[in-house]
C-alpha cells in the first residue's frame, strides 16, 4: 500500500498515528467503498495540516475551517516542497471530501461502479501527493498497490484483450 511508507518513514509528527490510520483507511476503500474513500482522505487531510499548524507552533485562533487551514498552511510555508501543488491536491481532496458529505454532487458516490471508484482513486492519489510533499517522500503514487479491501495485492498481470473486468489487471491478493 502507497501509505505504508508513512510507518516506515522517520517523520516526527503530531498525528501520525491518526493521519496513518486515516489515510490507510482511504486506500483500503477505493474499491469496496468510493464514499468512505473520499471522506477518510479527507478526514486524513484535516489531521495533516491541523498538526503542520500545531507542530510549527502558530496560532490557529482565527482558522474556522479545513479551507482556513490549508491556506495557512500554505502562507506559512509549512509544506517542504512545492507548496502550488500541495495548494492544488489539498483543495482537490477537501473540495471532494465536501460535495461528497454534504450530498452536493448527483453523482452517488455509495455506489460501487468504474466511475466512482476512479473519482475515489483520483481524491486518495490527491492525497496522497499532500502528503508525500508535505513529508519530503520521494516515492510516487502507485495505483497498482490499491488493496481490494482488507486484500493486499501481491502482484498484478496485465488483461487479456477482450477479458472483461474492471481496470487493465487482473490480481494475485492476501489477506
Do not use: W
Amino acid at each position: 500500500m502507497n501509505f505504508e511508507i508513512l510507518k516506515r518513514k522517520d517523520i516526527k509528527f503530531i498525528y501520525k498515528a491518526n493521519l496513518i490510520s486515516h489515510a490507510t483507511s482511504a486506500e483500503r476503500s477505493v474499491y469496496k467503498d468510493p464514499f468512505n474513500a473520499i471522506i477518510a482522505s479527507r478526514t486524513a487531510l484535516e489531521c495533516l495540516v491541523k498538526g503542520l499548524i500545531e507542530q510549527n507552533n502558530i496560532s490557529s485562533a482565527s482558522v474556522n475551517n479545513l479551507c482556513e487551514m490549508i491556506e495557512l498552511c500554505l502562507d506559512k510555508h509549512l509544506f517542504m516542497i512545492d507548496s502550488k501543488s500541495a495548494g492544488s491536491n489539498a483543495t482537490y481532496v477537501r473540495q471532494c471530501g465536501n460535495k461528497v458529505v454534504h450530498a452536493v454532487t448527483t453523482i452517488d458516490m455509495h455506489i460501487v461502479n468504474e466511475e466512482n471508484i476512479a473519482k475515489a482513486l483520483d481524491v486518495v492519489s490527491s492525497l496522497y501527493e499532500v502528503i508525500r510533499i508535505a513529508f519530503g517522500i520521494d516515492d510516487p503514487f502507485d495505483r497498482s498497490k490499491i488493496p481490494f479491501g482488507d486484500y493486499e495485492i501481491i502482484r498484478a498481470v496485465k488483461k487479456i484483450e477482450g477479458e472483461i473486468v474492471c481496470g487493465d489487471y487482473n490480481y494475485f491478493v492476501r489477506e
